[in-house]
């Protein structure tokens, strides 16, 4: 098990510090856990399951387009 701080999670999901608060104040991101005094950082296996679970919501949407070629 691994701990990431906020730098790497910015870098790993793409979102800026003000997104994944707002996400962790919705409900919709993994919590941080406290390191002591005013550190926190994310468990890196939560991270990359959120990660996965915006995938599969992808992957189950209808298709804004078909893959035919237009003859």
Same mark, same amino acid.
């Not at 701080?5 to 406290?34: A, M, N, Q």
């Given at each position: 098990?691994?701990?990431?701080?906020?730098? %790497? !999670? +910015?870098?790993?999901?793409?979102?800026s510090r003000?997104? +994944?608060?707002?996400? +962790? %104040? =919705?409900?919709? /991101?993994?919590?941080? !856990?406290?390191?002591?005094?005013?550190?926190?950082?994310?468990?890196? @296996?939560? !991270?990359?399951?959120w990660?996965?679970?915006? +995938? %599969?919501e992808?992957? @189950?949407?209808?298709?804004? /387009?078909? =893959?035919r070629?237009?003859?």
């Amino acid at each position: 098990m691994r701990f990431l701080r906020l730098k %790497e !999670v +910015i870098e790993l999901t793409g979102l800026s510090r003000s997104t +994944i608060y707002k996400y +962790i %104040e =919705d409900g919709l /991101f993994p919590r941080s !856990v406290s390191l002591g005094g005013r550190a926190v950082a994310w468990v890196e @296996q939560e !991270v990359h399951d959120w990660m996965l679970a915006r +995938i %599969e919501e992808r992957d @189950q949407e209808k298709p804004a /387009f078909s =893959d035919r070629a237009v003859a």
